[in-house]
T-cell receptor, first 114, second 111 residues
Framework: DSGVTQTPKHLITATGQRVTLRCSPR?????VYWYQQSLDQGLQFLIH???????AKGNILERFSAQQFPDLHSELNLSSLELGDSALYFC?????????????FGAGSRLTVL | AQSVTQLDSHVSVSEGTPVLLRCNYS??????LFWYVQHPNKGLQLLLK??????LVKGINGFEAEFKKSETSFHLTKPSAHMSDAAEYFC?????????FGTGTSLTVIP
């Protein structure tokens, strides 16, 4: 158990729907990163939050949004889902802005869009 | 700009033989470098990290990596492969804020 908790582990939904993926970082970690992993695109960085503020955006679609709450958990919202959004979505946390510079990953949320 | 190139997308070795997974990096200053492993349907797990201390870094499960600045390389090695080493391996470079992942190397261990 890495200490990073992601829910749900598996999610099956239909095109056009909206889902929310949740991430609880390790206790004390302020930074949360979201990644998408698919067979054709590999591991893609989506977005980074530090202590509630957005720090960096990667290849995140406009249909996707995220936020980090005061208790430091984060949610990734995916809307108007398409078949190509089927992927593993990982959350990773890190202790501080630059200290303890190691990412700890959760087990992932597998999204299947039918 | 930071980037990593994993030179092999697939590596096959026989059980008990050495493992070499190659990684070259590009960084404008002294980087932090990592290797992560991902077993099927699992999250990524840190194998080892280099953060400008000793250039030979030892990790978990018998893996180690050597930082070679002159060659901008950070290759991952293990003297003797085990069946449980079959997985996807990612080389990562960080500038202290963002993390840049390689495309991964799939390691197959043949019994």
């Amino acid at each position: 158990d890495s200490g990073v908790t992601q829910t749900p582990k598996h999610l099956i939904t239909a095109t056009g729907q909206r889902v929310t993926l949740r991430c609880s970082p390790r206790s004390g970690d302020l930074s949360v990163y979201w990644y998408q992993q698919s067979l054709d695109q590999g591991l893609q960085f989506l977005i980074h939050y530090y202590n509630g503020e957005e720090r960096a955006k990667g290849n995140i679609l406009e249909r996707f949004s995220a936020q980090q709450f005061p208790d430091l958990h984060s949610e990734l919202n995916l809307s108007s889902l398409e078949l190509g959004d089927s992927a593993l979505y990982f959350c990773a946390s890190r202790a501080g802005r630059s200290g303890a510079n190691v990412l700890t990953f959760g087990a992932g949320s597998r999204l299947t869009v039918l | 700009a930071q980037s990593v190139t994993q030179l092999d997308s697939h590596v096959s070795v026989s059980e008990g033989t050495p493992v070499l997974l190659r990684c070259n990096y590009s960084s404008s200053y002294s980087p932090s470098l990592f290797w992560y492993v991902q077993h099927p349907n699992k999250g990524l797990q840190l194998l080892l990290k280099y953060t400008s201390a000793a250039t030979l870094v030892k990790g978990i499960n018998g893996f180690e990596a050597e930082f070679k600045k002159s060659e901008t390389s950070f290759h991952l090695t293990k003297p003797s492969a085990h069946m449980s080493d079959a997985a996807e391996y990612f080389c990562v470079v960080s500038d202290g804020n963002q993390f840049y992942f390689g495309t991964g190397t799939s390691l197959t261990v043949i019994p």
